[in-house]
């Protein structure tokens, strides 16, 4: 079975205007976001308490709320967790309450009356805790891009390197504008999730550079525009394969994954589906407007030069 | 074109394929056998003793308790039960049967048969997230350790100074610094010289004149304060050990964690604020004069305990002993204790006191030479009780004797405990000691408790979406490549064996929720590498190749560009792993052994099925 014409020949390249305003909308819309929105982020970060207890038959969230707030905890977020029997209290860090980590037990007694829930999770992240593990993720962030850099720029050629990260900063900046539009949570496993996007989009880019490469090397032309069009071309199918298989097995975590891992299911989802447009329209554009030509590519020279040879 | 096939492979390769995978799949057998209940017996000194198993069986067997399999090594051992009714007997049996130095524990083991395990084959380690448990993350407070040590110097210092005659100078500590104040600078330079005779090697002092006096300023030098530090990380670590076995948690984890703070886990364990109150209470120790004029087994037996007097028994002896009542001395005056070698090259352990301590005991001890002294250790004990079939646990203060040794002279700051048996003997009452000394407060940072029902429910979720993903892809992959299609299938029917097998195998792996959610995506992006050849090879064969050259140069060509695709996938799941912590580095986990599998199996697993189904044909039409 093919899905896709034997001779494929879209002009990838000629629509590239286009898709960077898309990209930049995109982009724009996403970064104001992250700051007027603010992302949803999850105790793991901000450090909190969060009780998840399930009842045996569906409890409304007011008789919930209601408790908590007799015991004196007011501040308490309450809302249903799947499904209407379980139900997730969220706490903020206590200031003023000298052991911080009693306050899960507070809730569970408080909760006591409403009908003896049974307690599925409890989670307890201290403000320093969090504030190590939002700068841990974000150096995480960092140093794998920094690692793809070099390799890409080993394996490849500089104008490589920088348009596969410049792809994937355009994905994870996307993706995170998504967390923040939707108000979806944004927790440990979505940074995970994240670092998983990074390394499937890079896949899908680096297949596309690989193909760039070699036909670069073989063409006796030197038009940068139609041989990038014609390897986009020559790998579209495998891309779109690959991206179809990733997503059903996406979909099959999302919707039966449970709701635990909801939010990286999510960011995956969205991260493959950015990462597979943003190897074509933003990695290969890059090398488009960093005028990546057929000299830059051929097989390395004797000489362990600069490597950029002077162009024709 | 007379030339050599192509596409085929020589023997060894599908062997050494077949092996691979023959190896692999049998160490994933275990994850199919079902856990059952099990007793689990330990000994808190590490070392279990040879007769306990027999001793148990007999006591099992008088009770009519049939066991369904044991299991020895690892200086635990392991009793099977059919159910958990039988179980709990048994627990209770077991617990009567052995002394209080044994550690019984109620757990599920892998139903897995001796002929497997005797490979060492084991299941997969799950994470807390998927058996239940508790995660607590505690945090060592080292100001109030420096603080505490400094302070201690602090007391010293009057006691040293007077003893040296000087007078007229008054003793501060604030933070981390000590200031000694003087009158003039003559005593001071008097009073600098002792205290560095003294604490040269342990502290920095440096000297400063103020309007209000001559200062001497003492802070505890880097090196010191390291050795403060990793004491009390180590302090609390065997505090929490000590309670944690009491507790009769299988398998629980301690560990330290960088510089300044312990990771518990105790699997299984469902009530948090119970596990709360053992981790947070702390254990202390006292010295205390024997009642040497009465009785002891006559006061344990008849119940009249002589006026002034208190009724103990020693650890590990279990022999009554009657006590005074007076506290000679208490574990917060204790700074430091070790087990070192007396004068005669016998094991000891050597105390050290602070100054108030040092003072208060000095007086007693002349006072009571030839006279024996005890250590007792208090501490709270977790039992538990079987309420109506329903396990309860519950705290009890426990006081036992450690020690017992007669006083030979007037003691000080430094004095040592002789006649000791063995240095193991040593080792551990120093380590006693130590845990009963008051250590650096500890506090909770981090608490992450699955419910046993969450963890089950995690792992079904989990396994249904593996197994929707896997058959979703299968479908796909066939109705698009047909027969190649049915290789890549097989190969990650492969793939997934691969995975299980080595996470079986590596003894440090656990399988986490993300983790599943790993191999979940590595289902999806594991026929990447196929995706790649297969289109290839399309290709070729348009390009008007033959069939068997397309095979060969779709695989060829596709190579160098799966490994660059699948190397910078495996940086960013490197990267993930040194940063993530518990649940995520389970994710990197699964996502790295999965890539690296997924390019054995859909390289040269799909390559030897396709050879062998068209290497020897001529010009076979290729269904892909």
């Known amino acids: 079975m093919q899905l896709l014409k034997d001779k494929l020949n879209i002009d990838f390249m000629g629509k590239r205007k286009p898709a960077l305003i898309l990209s930049c909308a995109l982009i724009v819309v996403s970064l104001a976001a992250i700051p007027v929105r603010g992302l949803n982020l999850g105790i793991d970060f901000t450090g909190g308490t969060l009780v998840e207890v399930g009842y045996p038959d569906s409890t409304g969230l007011e008789k919930v709320r209601q408790a908590l707030v007799s015991s004196g905890l007011e501040n308490a977020i309450v809302q249903h967790f799947g499904t209407t029997r379980d139900v997730l209290i969220r706490l903020p860090v206590a200031e003023s309450d000298r052991d911080k980590s009693s306050l899960s037990s507070k809730v569970i007694d408080a909760l006591q009356p409403t009908g003896s829930p049974e307690v599925k999770r409890v989670e307890f992240v201290g403000p320093q805790v969090g504030g190590e593990l939002r700068d841990k993720g974000g150096l995480a962030m960092l140093y794998a891009l920094v690692g793809i850099l070099i390799y890409v720029a080993l394996r490849f050629e500089w104008r490589f390197s920088l348009g596969s990260v410049a792809a994937l900063v355009h994905d994870v900046i996307l993706v995170m504008g998504f967390f923040a539009l939707t108000q979806t949570e944004f927790d440990l496993t979505v940074l995970a999730a994240l670092l998983a996007v990074i390394g499937y989009s890079l896949n899908d880019t680096i297949v596309v550079f690989d193909r760039i490469r070699e036909n670069f090397r073989r063409t006796r032309k030197d038009i940068p525009e139609a041989t990038i069009n014609e390897s986009i071309n020559q790998t579209f199918s495998r891309t779109l394969m690959t991206s179809i298989t990733t997503l059903l097995v996406l979909f099959a975590l999302f919707l039966f994954g449970g709701e635990v891992i909801h939010a990286f299911s999510i960011a995956l989802i969205v991260g493959v589906i950015v990462g597979t447009y943003s190897s074509i329209y933003i990695a290969s554009t890059s090398l488009l407007a960093l005028k990546v030509s057929k000299e830059d590519l051929m097989p390395v020279a004797k000489t362990t030069g600069d490597g950029d040879g002077s162009q024709v | ?624």
């Open chain 2, 1 to 624: 074109m007379a030339v050599a096939p192509l596409n085929r492979y020589p023997l060894w390769k599908h062997l050494l394929i077949l092996a691979v995978i023959m190896v692999l799949g049998l160490y994933t057998l275990p994850n199919l056998y079902p856990d059952i209940p099990a007793v689990q017996v330990s000994h808190a000194s590490g070392k279990l003793d040879a007769s306990t198993l027999p001793a148990l069986q007999r006591a099992l067997q008088e009770e009519g308790i049939e066991v369904h399999s044991e299991e020895q090594g690892n200086n635990r051992l392991l009793l099977r039960f059919t159910d958990t009714e039988q179980q709990l007997q048994a627990f209770e049996a077991s617990k009567e049967t052995l002394d209080g130095r044994h550690i019984v524990a109620l757990n599920l083991a892998p139903s897995v048969p001796g002929w497997l395990r005797l490979l060492g084959a084991s299941p997969m380690n799950l994470g807390l997230d998927l058996r239940g448990g508790v995660h607590f993350l505690l945090q060592v407070d080292m100001k109030a350790a420096g603080a505490k040590a400094i302070n201690n110097y602090a007391t010293s210092f009057r006691v040293n100074l007077r003893e040296a005659k000087l007078r007229r100078f008054s003793v501060v500590h604030t933070g981390d610094e000590a200031r000694v104040r003087f009158r003039d600078a003559e005593s001071r330079a008097a009073g600098l010289e002792v205290l560095r005779k003294e604490y040269g090697n342990e502290l920095d002092f440096a000297e400063e004149d103020s309007q209000d006096g001559y200062l001497v300023i003492a802070k505890i030098s880097e090196e010191t304060l390291r050795e403060i530090q990793s004491l009390a990380i180590q302090q609390n670590i065997q505090t929490l050990r000590n309670r944690v076995n009491e507790l009769g948690v299988a398998e629980p984890v301690i560990q330290q964690q960088g510089a300044e703070r312990i990771v518990v886990q105790l699997p299984g364990v469902q009530d948090t604020a119970q596990a709360k109150e053992i981790l947070g209470a702390t254990a202390t120790v006292e010295f205390r004069m024997v009642n040497e004029q009465s009785d002891p087994f006559e006061a344990a037996e008849t119940g009249r305990i002589p006026p002034g007097s208190l009724l103990y028994y020693e650890r590990d002896s279990r022999n009554p002993i009657l006590l005074k009542r007076a506290v000679m001395l208490t574990g917060d005056s204790i700074i430091n204790a070790n087990s070192g070698f007396d004068e005669n090259s016998l094991p000891a352990v050597i105390i050290t006191l602070d100054g108030k301590g040092a003072a208060r005991f000095s007086k007693v001890t002349a006072e009571n030479i030839k006279k024996l002294m005890a250590v007792v250790f208090i501490d709270n004990k977790t039992v538990i009780i079987n309420k109506d079939g329903e396990q309860i646990r519950k705290t009890v203060k426990s006081e036992e004797v450690v020690s017992v040794a007669r006083i030979q002279e007037q003691l000080g700051k430094r004095f040592q405990i002789e006649g000791l048996d063995s240095t193991h003997e040593a080792l551990k009452l120093a380590l006693l000691l130590r845990a009963g000394a008051l250590a650096a407060p500890v506090e909770i940072v981090e608490e992450r408790t699955v419910g046993p029902s969450l963890g089950q429910q995690n792992i079904d979720l989990g396994k249904k979406s593996i197994v929707i993903g896997f058959i979703l892809v299968m479908i796909f992959m066939v109705v698009y490549y047909r027969l190649f299609g049915i290789a890549a299938d097989l190969a990650l029917a492969a793939n997934l064996v691969l995975i299980i097998g080595i996470m079986s195998l590596i003894p440090g792996a656990t399988l986490t929720l993300p983790g599943i959610a790993g191999i979940v995506l590595t289902v999806g992006m594991a026929v990447d590498a196929n995706v790649l050849i297969f289109e290839r090879i399309r290709e070729e064969l348009r390009n008007g190749n033959s069939p068997q050259a397309s095979i060969q140069a779709g695989y060829s060509k596709a190579l160098s560009t799966i490994a660059d695709a699948n190397v910078t996938t495996l940086i960013a799941a490197v990267v993930l792993f040194v940063f993530g912590t518990g649940p995520i580095k389970g994710f990197a986990v699964t996502l790295s052994i999965g890539i690296v599998c997924s390019m054995f199996t859909a390289i040269m697993g799909t390559r030897a099925l396709v050879n062998l189904y068209y290497g020897s044909r001529k010009s076979p039409r290729l269904a892909v």
